[in-house]
């Protein structure tokens, strides 16, 4: 009997997500000025007016809306690591679907009342066992080059850190207007093309991911610049939460060599973002989980990047990356079990990975660094003409090092 495909069921759903999180976003603002869920400007945020956050609720309503017309009760995983025994398993929608609402819910009491971070990290955790006891967990990978990787007993903290490392990866990324929604839609379409060639027509985790990326995108609406509303912690913490999940049941737990690195370059603007402000404030003593101002988005903003143009930059890296994950995936270079490989395809997809090198190259290091040093230095001669230049070199040395300086351009 032909397996059902589910080609149709991922539009529909898309499309549902999108217009419940649209109608109902204007709603969630609405609540949020009510309860006193309110985001003030800050010396570590880009917005310049007090703006209504808990948008994560409507993004929270059409996950559960699309879910209960489009999603199985259960979505029964094919086992992994060529046919090892312990790597199959069955995911229960609903309970997945319950730790989604319970990190919302979380997220929405730290938008409106500020609860300490073991608070939002113990909630965090929580929605993260509720996903594991729901059956998405993480029993093995398969690395390229080293092949399979069994967690055995390990399995469910694994999991668990994966989990709340993508909650929190959102989360830190959530700073200028439309970046967080418009980076999670993508990344949401991403997941469900990757998925659907994985597992097939049929693929239940490429539906969760199609209603994740419609739900972002009906948020987004109300979301681009100038922000009528935020997701706030709710949002942000529940589409981490998601796509942590999708990534776990659409393409970790699969035989797959490149399994591992999909989510990786798909999700790799947030980790490398998070990954450098974690990185600094470990540098000069401050907790990781302390609020700063080092962001991709706040270093762009300091160097004359307006809104817009910051979040099209990070659109189109992020675009750029889910394309080579895609491509990774399409493009006929191996059997992908890692055992031959067409010549030709090779030389293809080793120039995608090579262009893609380079943009992010050109787009962390020459525009945040390069431009940034000229304009800093233009601003420090205007200010002072008489200062000495290896003076003004080591100011600027030591302003690109700590973050620490006035936007310089508009």
Not at 106 to 125: S, Y
Not at 203 to 225: C, E, K, R
Not at 238 to 249: D, F, K, N, R, T
Request: glycine share 10%; aromatic share 10%; hydrophobic share 55%.
């Amino acid at each position: 009997m032909a397996t059902p495909s589910r080609y149709g069921d991922a539009v529909l759903a898309f499309v549902v997500a999108t217009a419940v999180a649209a109608i109902l976003t204007p709603l969630a603002a609405r609540l949020a000025r009510r309860v006193g869920a309110i985001s003030y400007p800050s010396a570590r945020g880009l917005s310049d007016r007090a703006t209504p956050e808990l948008g994560g609720l409507a993004i929270l309503a059409a996950v559960v809306v699309a879910a209960w017309l489009w999603m199985p009760t259960s979505i029964a995983l094919s086992p992994t690591l060529h046919g090892h025994p312990g790597s199959a398993g069955t995911v229960h929608t609903w309970v997945v679907i319950a730790g989604a609402a319970l990190i919302a819910l979380v997220g929405a009491i730290d938008d409106a009342r500020d609860l300490h971070w073991i608070l939002k990290l113990a909630g965090q955790v929580g929605a993260a066992v509720v996903a594991v006891k729901g059956g998405a967990v993480i029993t093995d990978v398969t690395i390229p080059f080293a092949g399979g990787l069994q967690f055995t007993d390990a399995a469910g903290p694994v999991t668990v850190v994966w989990l709340v490392a993508l909650m929190n990866i959102v989360n830190f990324s959530d700073g200028v207007d439309g970046l967080a929604g418009g980076v999670c839609t993508i990344d949401g379409v991403a997941f469900a093309v990757i998925a659907f060639n994985l597992q097939g027509p049929a693929s239940a985790a490429a539906v969760l991911a199609a209603i994740t990326a419609g739900g972002s995108l009906g948020f987004l609406f109300h979301n681009f610049y100038p922000a009528k509303v935020f997701m706030g912690d709710t949002g942000a913490n529940l589409l981490g939460y998601l796509l942590g999940v999708v990534a776990v049941i659409g393409s970790i737990k699969t035989s797959a060599t490149l399994a591992l690195a999909v989510p990786l370059l798909i999700l790799a603007v947030p980790f490398l973002d998070t990954g450098f402000v974690v990185a600094k404030r470990l540098k000069y003593g401050h907790a990781p989980w302390s609020a700063d101002a080092n962001h991709f988005h706040h270093r762009m903003a300091r160097i004359g990047f307006s809104p817009r143009k910051t979040v099209a930059y990070l659109y189109a890296w992020t675009l750029m990356l889910a394309g080579v994950a895609i491509a990774l995936r399409f493009v006929p270079y191996s059997d992908h079990d890692g055992h031959h490989y067409n010549l030709g395809w090779s030389v293809v997809m080793g120039v995608i990975l090579a262009l893609a090198l380079a943009a992010s190259v050109y787009l962390v290091y020459v525009l945040e660094i390069f431009k940034f040093r000229g304009l800093r230095s233009i601003q420090l001669r205007r200010l002072d003409p008489e200062t000495p230049e290896h003076e003004i070199d080591e100011a600027v040395q030591r302003d690109v090092e700590t973050g620490e300086f006035e936007q310089v351009g508009n």
